[in-house]
Nanobody, 118 residues
């Protein structure tokens, strides 16, 4: 059974930082591209950051809105993916989801709420 479990969300003030974690089980983690998405109320889910599998060189890409502020990383030995979020803004408020993708297989976590107050 595949499980992606996010943690680390919460309430933070403008300019603050949070680190999200995602623990993956039930998949061959090193073969999967891992990503963080977010969905704000009334908006579509959007990609925040993605890190490719180790076999794909672990290349990284970010949404323009978070470049220079967020950093994604993965620990293949621990089956973990992280999102370090700095200089948070109210517009970063959303539910953040962990995502795993390989070929036609894709899985989602249950999401963790991030709220940035001004």
């Amino acid at each position: 059974q595949v499980q992606l479990v996010e943690s680390g969300g919460g309430l933070v003030q403008l300019g603050g930082s949070l680190r999200l974690s995602c623990s993956a089980s039930g998949i061959d983690f090193n073969l999967y591209h891992m990503g963080w998405y977010r969905q704000a109320p009334g908006r579509q889910r959007e990609l925040v950051a993605r890190i490719l599998s180790g076999f794909s060189g672990s290349s990284i890409n970010y949404a323009d809105s978070v470049k220079g502020r967020f950093a994604i990383s993965r620990d293949n030995a621990q089956n973990m993916v992280y999102l370090q979020m700095n200089s948070l803004k109210p517009e970063d408020t959303a539910v953040y989801y962990c995502h795993a993708l390989r070929l036609t297989n894709n899985y989602w976590g249950q999401g963790t709420q991030v709220t940035v107050s001004s």
